[in-house]
């Protein structure tokens, strides 16, 4: 189930680039990204809602790779 | 003036690298606080958004003058760390943690009238001076704290952290800042109590009036009755006495953990008669905390 | 957290006080050889949470086993205090000569332990107070110090006992104080201490409070006297409402939400934090609303905690409708909160602009709180609304509903 009122935007170089995802799985403070064995990114539906808008995902990743969308605005 | 603390008073944060505590001692630090120091025991050498930790309290009253100490640790290690404050010579201690034993509590209490120094908590949310200083999580981030709290003369005290936030914001929307506010602790236990930090209220020139949020349970409502009576105390007293509803359910605890009425002279009921009888005034809601403060302070003048 | 009377009495002969024959006891035939055990007079009491057994009639004595097999049966039965007896504790029954009463409490005021003591026993010992000071000491002593005699001593000696009697008493009060100390307990008590006509001291009841605080250090000891980590041993025992509550609030460790006392009204709370909300069931009642519940949130929360709170509050029959109120928040954020109330809303099938009656959490992350609720076109205001008039407005919409 997607968020009610976070969702998460990453581009798909970043997505691929194992590194980035796994700094990504690291800073969320609520788990929203997660690294799959193979390294791929997957992000966890259920945490979106979870989201406290701390934008250390937005600063881990190179600039504008990862979007957090606010869906009330 | 203020009482407790002010712009120069220095102290340090126990627990420092802990979740809340670095928390509050950013918002500390972003509204002017003067923390010269942190513990957190195998840490030294890292820092928090600049204060340098260390590993022993005397690692930083050795070298600089420490007025007070934030202890912001697990409710297992907090007697350590108050101890361990209080036998490096810190006369003033904030204890954040909540869930202590009763047990530990006292004997912190006793070492601390032992060491003459104070203790605020356990339990609370600390100090704050508005304009001056803020030691302990009241009031949250810089901005909302300056949204909340003004400097005036009006004194507050608060079994409840977040109470002491709500009446300070009612206030200053009402045109009236505060001296100094203090969230004295929610326990069955504390450091200190309204009757105990009257004296410092009384003699501190910027205060002229006192703002009280009360609950049920223990006998410190009584205890400030008193004391008003047997000082004669020049500071009108408006008292806000929350859980009415608790005089109908003995031996229930609700909000904090001193929360419970378990005799007659733990209820509202009672307490109010006790404050009314010491001239204090009770509000009925906090809205009307502001006017009825007016109105005794027009009749002080 | 009070102990049953057989389990204060557990506790006391671990650590050697004098006590009579006895047998906990759950049927009539247990009680019968518990009785011919014994081999003399016994009483028989119900084991209840609650003052006031021997009013009701809960307490009885009976000379022979198949007497005490028929009274296990009469007073079984019987509710005191709104509470049914857990068991019936079969004590040897012996003639008094004397009755004490010996207390250790804290004193919130001097900040301290206190031990009272009296030679007037068996009574309600605050009346004992008023009415004959001078057969009542209360004597405080020091966290620090060592517990040594002379504190039991002193307080005995002070209502005049002496002789014998005062060494005699003096170990074992002295004793009640190292268990109150060693154990965390609020109310450690024997009421009442006494001398049998054989000169023998005996304690005949107790009751000893354990402080809630410290039941994970006790853990090993609650578990040997069989009490589970889901007694709460509040002055009634909790509602599956409740529990799922607490349920809610174990969910995960971010903030508090689920803490939950259950009322029979219409108007669900989800309301924080300790004091606030003590403020605004005060201002909810004062303005005749019907509260379905208490609850205290505070602590931020995570959105799924206050979701499955939300939609708990919700489960509760005859539950249109919640108010969501705060006070000044400076931890717990708004946006977190209203994200919760209205996913809880949504999972529960109703619509949150309907089911939210008012929603008033000013302070911490409210500019995106406030758009959160816009969206969702639920009822909300700042702190420009106090939190007495906030709870008038969730009352009158559910009057006009």
Redesign the interface.
Known sequence: MPGLFIDVKVSDKAAKDTAVVAKLAEVCPVDIFAQDQGGALRIVEENLDECVLCDLCMSAAPSNSVEVVKLYE | MSILINSETTFIVQGITGREAVNLTRENLDYGAKIVGGVTPGRAGRDVYGVQVYDCVRDITAKTRVDGSVVCVP?RFTRDAVFEALENGIKLIVVVTE?????E???M???AS?RGARIIGPNC?GIISPGEAKMG?????AA??KT?YSKGSIGVM??????T??IA??LT?AGMGQSTAVSIG?D??I?T?YAELMPLFEADPQTKAIAI?S?PG???EA?LAEWIQQHNSRLPIVA?M?????DE???????????IVE?KADTTAEKIKRMKEAGIAVAE???DIPKMLQERLGEVK | MRFYEYESKALFARHGLPLGQSGVADSAVHAREIAHRIGRPVVLKSQVLSGGRMKAGAVKFADTPDEAAQIYDEIFPIIVGGQKARSILVEEKSPIAQEYYAGVTWDGRRKLPVLIFSDMGGIDIEEVAEQHPDHVSKTHFSTILPVTPRIAKEAIAATGVTGGALNKLTPIVSKLIDIFLEYDLTLAEINPLVRLEDGRFVVLDGHVDMEAEARDQHAKLLKELGIGPEETRQARPPTDFEIRGAEVDASDHRGVAGNVVEFDGNLGLIIGAGGGSLTLFDAVRSQGGHPANYCEIGGNPSVNKTCELTKLVLSKPGVEKIAVMMNVVSNTRVDIVARGVIKGCIEAGKDPSETIAIFRIPGAWEEEGFKILAKHKVDYCDRSVSMYDAAGRAVAKMKSA
């Open positions: 409710p869930r202590i034993p009763r047990k509590v006292a004997q209490i006793e070492l032992l949310l999580g009241v009031g949250g981030p909302n704290t909340a608060s079994r409840s952290g977040g109470m936030t709500e914001s009612t929307a929610g069955a236990i450091g109590s949020y609950e223990g006998r410190m205890e806000f929350a859980g009415r509803f608790m359910m003995p031996g229930m605890r609700f909000g904090h953990a001193g929360t005799g809601r906090i809205s």
